[in-house]
């Protein structure tokens, strides 16, 4: 059973940054695709990047160019880096992990979850 922490969620102007982390309850995170999700509210929950290891797998067309997905294994722990934030990336951001991935993602695929963490993003 893997346990999934987010935290870095907040305010932020358009055109700002913030940086989301996802801390694991054990190493067994190296070896899983790690994904990045979100929900804006009245709207279904969506996925944003995934990687492994040190690379990413997807990348969502409309964070493009703006978010980087990243990790330090000593901490356990996967970032979601996002510059150039936009009023339209405001919701809830989930961090999940999965044994395996299709292409495109789909939420269905990811066995473990964080309980979120809210980015607001003012115009």
């Known amino acids: 059973q893997v346990q999934l922490v987010e935290s870095g969620g907040g305010s932020v102007q358009a055109g700002g940054s913030l940086t989301l982390s996802c801390a694991a309850s054990t190493a067994a995170l190296y070896s899983k695709y790690m994904g990045w999700f979100r929900q804006a509210p009245a709207k279904e929950r969506e996925w944003v990047v995934i990687g492994r290891g040190g690379g990413r797998i997807a990348v969502a067309d409309f964070v493009k160019g703006r978010f980087t997905i990243s990790r330090d294994n000593a901490k356990n722990t996967v970032y979601l880096q996002m510059n150039s934030l936009r009023p339209e990336d405001t919701g809830m951001y989930y961090c999940?992990?999965?044994?395996?991935?299709?292409?495109?993602?789909?939420?269905?695929?990811?066995?473990?979850w964080g309980q979120g963490t809210q980015v607001t993003v003012s115009s």
């Open positions: 999940a992990a999965s044994n395996w991935v299709r292409v495109p993602p789909r939420e269905a695929d990811f066995d473990y």
